[in-house]
């Protein structure tokens, strides 16, 4: 099975800066693509940012300027760099690796993780 491990999240203040983590483990073959989602006490998971292995990487409006998503394909593993931060952006923020493919099998599947929490103050 694959399984995602996030780290990095925590309390900080209004303009300050966090860098999450997700490394995916298990026998992954390929990944098309790593993001990250966050989701708010009382609102919908929404997308923060997301890369795939070839193409545009796509942030949310309400991001873009402020954090940075990196990619290390050999390791699995994918960045969230956030700087600038808002007690808006307080929320838990999943990892998302979509499209694995495990080997030894065909079809692909999207993995989650369990979540990091992100709490800014102001």
């Known amino acids: 099975q694959v399984q995602l491990v996030e780290s990095g999240g925590g309390l900080v203040q209004t303009g300050g800066s966090l860098r999450l983590s997700c490394a995916a483990s298990?026998?992954?073959?390929?990944?098309?693509?790593m993001g990250w989602y966050r989701q708010a006490p009382g609102k919908q998971r929404e997308l923060v940012a997301v890369m795939p292995s070839g193409g545009s990487t796509n942030y949310a409006d309400s991001v873009k300027g402020r954090f940075t998503i990196s990619r290390d394909n050999a390791k699995n593993t994918v960045y969230l760099l956030m700087n600038s931060l808002k007690p808006e952006d307080t929320a838990v923020y999943y990892c998302?690796?979509?499209?694995?493919?495990?080997?030894?099998?065909?079809?692909?599947?999207?993995?989650w993780g369990q979540g990091t929490q992100v709490t800014v103050s102001s």
């Open positions: 298990g026998s992954i073959y390929n990944i098309n693509a």
């Open positions: 998302v690796a979509e499209g694995v493919i495990v080997a030894g099998l065909i079809a692909s599947s999207d993995y």
